[in-house]
């Protein structure tokens, strides 16, 4: 199996669904027969379908446990284990099914959230059964079973992630639900409309979403499916999985087929101020190519400032520069200071002031500088901006200024 990287275009950084293989989807035509089919999920191309053999039962709900053990429930309310011998070129079980529990399991939905959880509703309740093996024989491994809560009342449903849940109702809502425990859920509408048409829905994880639609497949790819908004969902419906041809009655998913891959942040140019400026602490001058021994600060921050790509046309060896670069771009304030922030001491205008450092943390009234030429050396100190003690008593605070990118 190859490795599968979704990602979704538009942003600087952008999640991804990162899959173990192609997303496998197993399910049950009229007649009782097993099926299994592969999905790329790079692409959202049904790579192949397979039809196994009749499970010897009439199917009512399934979810898939792992790549080849399927949990299966009948219309007599049995629930049995259908092992997978191989879903290669042919699909074969190893043994005829399981058994594994003599009624009582009467869910109209039954999925796994790849994690150690089983959820089924019936009559609008949301059940979870913990299960603890690979291939569980009974009770013994499928077991701790609790009522989630009512309101469950719900046309598809499929298993998204560690106790998620996606499903859409009749009314055409997508929601997606967060499962705390009994009574502890939180449910978000993803999509107030729209998906009505909609009678089956899977999820490998990671963020995809497969929907039939008058016998088509489609897929989606929810960027970020654990922020309950469904505003960055990216719909294919020029590029469906299949136009027609899904006429299984049941259909399910492995749920721990993909992962959700958060997206790396990109560091603001603040940010990046404050990491170059850290790195610098307890040079002199001798460490940089300055040309003002007796007072760098100024080209200390403009060093800084540039190396973190920020604009630094307009600044030079003139402390007071950093001020009336905050004039002539709009950056200059006099409260509120921020990561990456110049501090600009004892202005007294044209362009002069006793000192220039850098913000590199805030914390309430407390901000942290590192400034060039403080004690002959690149300084950090912490201090409370609001009574205008400075690091080198070069005066009051006169403004702070904000870099432009």
């Given at each position: 199996m190859?490795?599968g990287l979704v ?13 173990t293989?192609?997303v496998?989807v197993?399910?049950t ?6 099926t299994y089919?592969q999905?790329?999920p790079?692409t ?9 053999p009749?499970l010897g ?6 979810a898939t446990?792992?790549f080849?053990t ?6 007599a309310g ?8 191989t879903n290669?070129t042919?699909?074969t079980l190893?043994n005829?099914?399981v058994k594994?529990?003599?009624g009582?399991w009467?869910?109209?939905?039954l999925?796994y959230?790849?994690?150690?959880h089983?959820?089924g509703?019936?009559?609008?309740q949301l ?5 603890s093996?690979?291939?569980p024989?009974g009770?013994?491994?499928i077991?701790?079973h609790?009522v989630i809560d009512?309101?469950?009342?719900l046309k ?6 560690d ?5 859409s109702?009749?009314?055409?809502q997508?929601?997606?639900y ?5 009574g502890?859920w939180?449910r978000?509408?993803l999509k107030?409309?729209?998906w009505s ?5 899977v999820?490998?994880g990671g963020?995809l979403?497969?929907g039939?639609?008058?016998g088509?497949?489609y897929w989606y790819?929810?960027v970020?499916?654990t922020?309950g908004?469904g ?5 294919h ?13 049941l259909?399910?998913a492995?749920?721990?087929n993909?992962?959700?891959v958060?997206?790396?942040?990109v560091?603001t ?7 170059f400026a850290?790195?610098?602490?307890g040079?002199?001058?001798g460490?940089?190519?300055f040309?003002h021994?007796?007072?760098?600060c100024a080209e200390?921050?403009e ?6 790509g920020?604009?630094?046309?307009g600044?030079t060896a003139?402390?007071g520069?950093f001020?009336?670069y ?6 200059l304030?006099t409260?509120a ?8 001491y004892?202005y007294?205008g044209g362009?002069?002031?006793n000192?220039v ?9 407390y901000?942290?500088?590192v400034?060039g030429n403080?004690s002959?050396m690149?300084?950090r ?10 690091p080198v008593n070069?005066g009051?605070?006169?403004g ?6």
């Amino acid at each position: 199996m190859s490795l599968g990287l979704v990602t979704v275009t538009g942003g600087a950084a952008q999640a991804a669904a990162q899959c173990t293989g192609d997303v496998s989807v197993y399910g049950t035509l009229s007649d009782g027969r097993l099926t299994y089919t592969q999905i790329a999920p790079n692409t959202g191309d049904r790579m192949k379908t397979l039809v196994g053999p009749d499970l010897g039962f009439t199917p009512k709900a399934m979810a898939t446990l792992n790549f080849n053990t399927v949990l299966v429930t009948s219309t007599a309310g049995d629930l049995y284990r259908v092992d997978v011998q191989t879903n290669n070129t042919s699909l074969t079980l190893a043994n005829a099914p399981v058994k594994i529990w003599d009624g009582g399991w009467t869910f109209d939905k039954l999925v796994y959230d790849g994690y150690g959880h089983l959820y089924g509703t019936v009559a609008g309740q949301l059940h979870q059964y913990v299960v603890s093996q690979a291939k569980p024989s009974g009770s013994a491994h499928i077991g701790q079973h609790v009522v989630i809560d009512t309101g469950f009342v719900l046309k598809t449903m499929a298993a998204a992630g560690d106790d998620r849940i996606i499903a859409s109702t009749e009314g055409g809502q997508l929601y997606s639900y967060k499962i705390g425990g009994v009574g502890n859920w939180k449910r978000s509408t993803l999509k107030s409309d729209g998906w009505s048409a909609v009678d089956s829905l899977v999820s490998p994880g990671g963020g995809l979403y497969y929907g039939r639609t008058n016998g088509g497949m489609y897929w989606y790819h929810d960027v970020d499916p654990t922020d309950g908004d469904g505003s960055d969902i990216a719909y294919h419906p020029n590029d469906p999985v299949d136009a027609s041809g899904w006429t299984q009655t049941l259909l399910s998913a492995y749920g721990n087929n993909c992962a959700y891959v958060p997206p790396v942040p990109v560091a603001t140019t603040g940010e990046k101020i404050a990491k170059f400026a850290n790195a610098q602490v307890g040079k002199g001058f001798g460490d940089f190519n300055f040309y003002h021994p007796g007072a760098w600060c100024a080209e200390f921050g403009e060093y800084v400032w540039w190396n973190a790509g920020a604009r630094t046309g307009g600044l030079t060896a003139a402390a007071g520069s950093f001020y009336t670069y905050g004039q002539n771009n709009g950056t200059l304030h006099t409260s509120a200071p921020k990561v990456g922030d110049a501090v600009v001491y004892g202005y007294s205008g044209g362009g002069s002031a006793n000192h220039v450092n850098l913000v590199v943390a805030v914390d309430g009234d407390y901000i942290t500088t590192v400034g060039g030429n403080e004690s002959n050396m690149v300084k950090r100190t912490t201090f409370n901006w609001k009574t205008n003690n400075n690091p080198v008593n070069a005066g009051d605070i006169s403004g702070f200024i904000s870099p432009v990118d």
